[in-house]
């Protein structure tokens, strides 16, 4: 009978215990290099950087603060590979499909000024 009972003892404090738990010290060290880049990004206007320059700097560090932030913060790094591309493949293709449209954009933008002789 005692066996019986530590036994389910030891199964309820398992089932008290579901899910993960991670160091505090991953966590500070997450928002200590959150604040980095976003002292990186700051200083990209603090130091007049212009043109593609300026956003080429401004996009890399906000996918990178979000891609710390969705990796760490919602547990994306320690979930199965199939959730993570159902949640991350999407963005990353709507991305492809903007850069497609661009460049679309600027060869029939281009054409149209040949064809119709608009300066």
């Known amino acids: 009978m005692a066996q019986a009972t530590a036994q389910v003892e030891s199964v309820s404090d398992s089932l008290d215990h579901e899910g993960q738990e991670h160091p505090i010290k991953l966590y500070l060290v997450v928002w200590g290099w959150l604040f980095v880049l976003s002292t990186f990004s700051y200083l990209v206007d603090y130091f007049n950087f212009e043109g593609y320059l300026r956003w080429s700097l401004i ?34 293709l709507v991305l492809v499909f903007v850069v497609i449209m661009t460049l679309e954009s600027d060869y029939t933008l281009w054409l149209r000024t040949i064809f119709f002789g608009i300066s």
Not at 61 to 88: D, N, S
């Open 59 to 92: 996009l890399l560090f906000m996918m990178l603060k979000a891609g710390l932030i969705v990796a760490v913060f919602m547990h994306m790094a320690w979930e199965r590979l199939a959730l993570a591309y159902a949640i991350l493949l999407p963005p990353v």
